[in-house]
């Protein structure tokens, strides 16, 4: 996956307590669902909670880390509101560059994530070359992470095996960021035995 983090404005300023600000990943400002949680969701089979189309790569391509974007390219800045997921097979090997963003401003991520560990491939200024870039992935001893700070108008570079089912967030770890949208989540499917399937809620969880 090729993914943008950054800021952006909002579509809808009342939104936030009145503040245009808003925040994505590949141009998707994460809103949490408020009727069922998205685990349950998953669980239950239950539709209309989130939608599997959190993009692979950014909607647009453009010249991620240029400051004058804001200027040259003003109808970027809108990013719109979802409960966008990331539907991954049990299992799967994941890839992520993680490609910071200069709409409104560039500005440090510690991309959060929940449940696996992941290795740094690779970090890096400016916008990430596919071609040059993977020249220098560490696949010897890369750092074993669950955040990691994407250098500011940079990229990094994540790997981790999805063997854990259930839905597990990724987000931006400032605590002004998470509100804003800077988030995701992967939903990962149930493998084939039964120590990798989600297990039931338990009696207890707490009803709303
Ligand atoms: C959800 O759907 C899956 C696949 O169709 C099925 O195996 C499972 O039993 C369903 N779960 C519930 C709680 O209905
Ligand atoms: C930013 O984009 C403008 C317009 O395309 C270009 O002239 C400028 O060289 C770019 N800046 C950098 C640092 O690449
Ligand atoms: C984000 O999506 C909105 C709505 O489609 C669009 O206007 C905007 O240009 C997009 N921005 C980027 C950075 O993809
Ligand atoms: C998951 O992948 C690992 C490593 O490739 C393999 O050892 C394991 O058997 C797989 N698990 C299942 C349930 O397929
Ligand atoms: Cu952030």
């Not at 669902?33 to 998953?42: R, V």
């Not at 070359?129 to 940079?154: C, E, M, W, Y």
Request: glycine residues 6%; charged residues 10%.
């Amino acid at each position: 996956m090729f993914v943008t983090v950054g800021l952006g404005l909002s579509v809808c300023p009342t939104c936030l307590n009145g503040t245009p600000l808003s925040a994505s990943m590949n141009n998707y400002s994460f809103v949490n669902p408020t009727s069922l949680s998205l685990l349950q969701a998953f669980y239950f089979n239950v539709s209309g909670i989130y939608t599997p189309d959190f993009p692979d790569t950014p909607p647009v391509r453009f010249d991620y880390t240029n400051d004058s974007i804001n200027i040259l390219n003003p109808s970027l800045l809108i990013t719109p509101k979802s409960t966008s997921v990331k539907v991954l097979k049990y299992n799967s090997t994941v890839e992520m560059v993680l490609q910071n963003t200069a709409i409104i401003g560039v500005e440090n991520h510690p991309m959060h994530l929940h449940s696996f560990n992941f290795h740094v491939l690779a970090q890096g200024f400016g916008n990430y070359d596919p071609l040059k870039d993977p020249k220098k992935f560490n696949l010897v001893n890369p750092q074993s992470r669950n955040t990691i700070a994407v250098p500011v108008g940079g990229w990094a570079v994540i790997r981790f095996t999805a063997n854990n089912p259930g839905v597990w967030s990724m987000h931006c770890h400032l605590d002004v960021h998470l509100p804003l949208g800077l988030a995701t989540a992967f939903v990962v499917e149930n493998g084939p035995t039964k120590e990798s399937t989600l297990p039931p809620p338990p009696p207890d969880l707490p009803r709303c």
